[in-house]
């Protein structure tokens, strides 16, 4: 039986889309914070690498293949995650796509996988986890966000669905506070991993340029990292951070989120 299941003090996190890229970086950073640590991505065998690299360093981590916005996934997801690891406290809503094109040239199912995985998706872990929570009467949800939430050009549906995350975490913070729970969102800038090397492939730019060109416009004149978020998300799911609830937090190395 698991230490959290004993009801010793690891508590149990989960990072959806932790593969690679954020997620992973934040999967191994709430495993060096002292958390088990679901490592969940659409398929368990690309989880092997974060979950090796967290056993490697010392932690605790299991890997779970699932489709956030698939609800019979999502549960059977939960429901083994609670089994095998203890009960999830801290969730990340983590996993997400682009299908980026100009509004007119944008099709209905580049639409619908956007709003699947972002939304229904959070919405979906969300549900699921909560009951935990509520029952531990302690948790913490950190969902990913974006600058493009305020508008991008390309990104129609990436934007709204963003931007609808920050409605839903507020609305998290409204229900779940008197459950101990915080909800709180985060909203990266530029950040360096698989996702912006393809949207720099699809516009047909040189990798290298094209971060030179990004990072020349951002205040701290560097592009992001994926720890630079891990670092955020280590800070929202802290103990110290339990007043903080219902904000979203730019994360751009800069002011203009
Ligand atoms: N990279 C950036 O500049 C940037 C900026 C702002 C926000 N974000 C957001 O941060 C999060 C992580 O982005 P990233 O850059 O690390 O992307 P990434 O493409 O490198 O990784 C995303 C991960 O999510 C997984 N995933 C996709 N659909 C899934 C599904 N239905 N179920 C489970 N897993 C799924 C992918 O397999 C992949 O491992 C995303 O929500 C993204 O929108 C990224």
Not at 112 to 139: K, N, P
Not at 143 to 152: F, Q, V
Not at 203 to 225: H, K, M, N, S, T
């Amino acid at each position: 039986m698991s230490e959290a299941v004993a009801g010793g003090p690891q508590r149990v996190a989960v990072v959806t889309g932790a593969a690679r890229g954020i997620g992973a970086a934040t999967a191994r950073r709430l495993a060096a914070d002292g958390f088990a640590v679901a490592v969940l991505d659409l398929r368990e065998e690309d989880t092997a690498g974060t979950v090796a690299g967290i056993e490697q360093a010392g932690g605790r981590a299991l890997g779970v293949g699932a489709d956030v916005g698939d609800a019979d996934q999502v549960s059977a997801a939960v429901a083994r995650i609670a089994a095998e690891l203890g009960p999830p406290l801290v969730l990340v809503n983590n996993a997400g796509v682009t299908r980026d094109n100009l509004l007119f040239r944008m099709t209905d199912a580049d639409w619908d996988l956007v709003m699947h995985v972002h939304l229904r998706g959070s919405f979906l872990m969300t549900r699921a986890v909560q009951a935990h929570m509520v029952e531990a009467h302690w948790g913490r949800v950190v969902t990913l966000s974006s600058t493009s939430a305020l508008g991008n050009r390309g990104q129609a549906n990436y934007a709204t669905a963003k931007a609808g995350l920050q409605g839903f975490t507020k609305t998290l913070a409204v229900e779940l506070g008197k459950y101990g729970v915080t909800a709180n969102a985060v909203a990266p800038g530029f950040i360096v991993t698989e996702m912006t090397r393809a949207t720099a492939a699809r516009l047909g730019r040189d990798w290298d340029e094209y971060v030179a060109e990004r990072a020349a416009g951002i205040p701290v004149a560097r592009a992001g990292q994926p720890e630079d978020i891990a670092h955020t998300v280590s800070f929202l799911v802290s103990e110290g951070a339990g007043f903080v609830s219902g904000q979203v937090l730019y994360v751009a190395g800069g002011p203009r989120g």
